[in-house]
């Protein structure tokens, strides 16, 4: 994550991670990228069953009953583990998570072992009894995914009255006093909705929202040459920043984040370079510490059948099972090549990615989108929309 209003808008001081000793555990949430220790934030895809039909879904879901999901008891197991090692953060996905009966169960496990508890969802399910529900097990965050506005969402979504169930979700959440946030993937297909979802953080008053670009997994390999192109990156990413620095302008601070392409740090900062050298420098430092793409180091996925994955959109490359080895041996083995190299991936980047440098802070971008696209895990990422100059090969 590139947290723009951390960055460019300063937000957040080099300082305010390091008063905390940017130990995981300790670190707010909002820190929790500048982390030293980087012990993995945790999805757990706990169901793959989903009552919607979304055309870029990684986990290709569909509204059937799926066998070998894990039970609440191996749940809890998961969570125990998860908790010792001390990974901060459980997320849990799926499918969509609000189909699992025991979800409020699990979540509040979770907390009181110490974790935080957070869920991605389409909204569509949580209904004022649910989010009450929510309310009371003491969910830190829910995230509702929006692609736009109401045409566009329901079209992304394949379900009529998808948006409008979501914006129901939102109040309801806002009501019992969830924080909650929005999360939008760019794509040719609706980037010309970021100006409205900016308007409806304004008027719905909502905290958050998370701009992703599009990784080429699941059903959204489908979407590839759909991707944004690199200059059309660059604008867009400008764009995000205009409205962001717009709303601290107007005194309406909101937290916004772009999400899976490190590329998006360095331009921040360049930008910063001509505008605030001073703020840029402050910028530098914060990177230093987030250290780039995190998959295998800082960020795990486990499947709603056990299967452990470098992140969420790689289910491809299965590490493991929790059913047969704790995840925390699993993550920790380097025996495996995937899973030690990507805990040292740069000697064995190459193209663009090797020499680039900027490397240091952003860790060779996405493998998931290198691989879809060179069918090799450490050939340079496709989105990076950085041009030779900028990283240095000119």
């Known amino acids: 994550m590139i947290g723009i209003s951390k960055l460019y808008c300063g937000a957040v001081e080099p300082s305010d991670a390091l008063r905390y000793g940017r130990d995981s555990k ?21 169901t793959r069953r989903c009552n919607l039909k979304c055309v870029h879904c990684y986990a290709q879901s569909k509204n059937i009953d799926y066998e070998g999901e894990l ?8 969570i125990d583990d998860l908790a010792e090692f001390g990974a901060p ?42 989010a009450k529900i929510l309310k009371e097990i003491g969910l830190s965050y829910v995230g509702i995914s929006l692609d736009g506005m109401r045409d566009v969402h329901d079209k992304f979504r394949g379900v ?40 409806l953080l304004e008027e719905e008053d909502i905290p958050r929202a998370c701009f992703y670009h599009l990784v080429y997994s699941g059903r959204g390999s489908k979407l590839i040459n759909e991707d944004l192109t690199h200059e059309e990156t660059r604008k867009t990413v ?16 909101k937290e916004i984040l772009t999400v899976d392409n490190h590329a998006d740090g360095p331009y921040v900062y360049l930008r910063l370079l001509k505008e605030d050298p001073k703020r840029a420098e402050e910028v530098s430092e914060l990177l230093q510490m987030n250290e780039g ?30 059913r047969d080895r704790k995840f925390s041996e699993i993550w920790m083995d380097t025996s495996n ?20 440098k900027w490397l240091n802070v952003c860790n060779g971008n996405f493998r998931a989108r290198a691989e879809s696209y060179y069918n090799d895990v450490w ?16």
């Open 337 to 356: 090549p995937l899973t030690g190299g990507l805990k040292n991936r740069k000697p064995l980047l190459k193209g663009r990615c090797a020499k680039c």
């Open 71 to 78: 039970t609440t008891k191996e749940g809890k197991a998961l």
């Open 238 to 253: 400008g764009l995000i920043m205009d409205k962001t620095r717009d709303l601290f302008n107007r005194g309406l601070e």
């Open 160 to 199: 009529k009255g998808a948006f409008d169930k979501a914006i129901e979700a939102i109040h309801n959440c806002k009501k019992e006093g969830i924080k909650v946030g929005l999360r939008f993937t760019m794509n040719k297909r609706n980037v010309q909705e970021i100006p409205n979802i900016f308007k």
């Open 89 to 130: 953060v459980i997320l849990f996905s799926g499918g969509e998570p609000m189909m699992r009966e025991d979800l409020p169960e699990l979540a509040f496990y979770a907390k009181e072992k110490g974790m935080r508890a957070v869920i991605s969802t389409n909204g569509t399910l949580i209904t004022s009894e649910k």
């Open 26 to 46: 300790k670190l707010p949430s909002h820190l929790l990228q500048f982390s030293k220790d980087k012990k993995p934030v945790i999805v757990w895809n706990c």
């Open 293 to 322: 793409n995190s998959t295998g180091i800082g960020i795990g996925c486990v499947s709603w059948d056990g299967a452990v994955h470098p992140d969420q959109f790689w289910r491809q490359h299965v590490l493991g099972n929790v």
């Open 379 to 394: 050939a340079s990422d496709p989105a990076c929309y950085l041009t030779d100059e900028e990283i240095g090969l000119v």
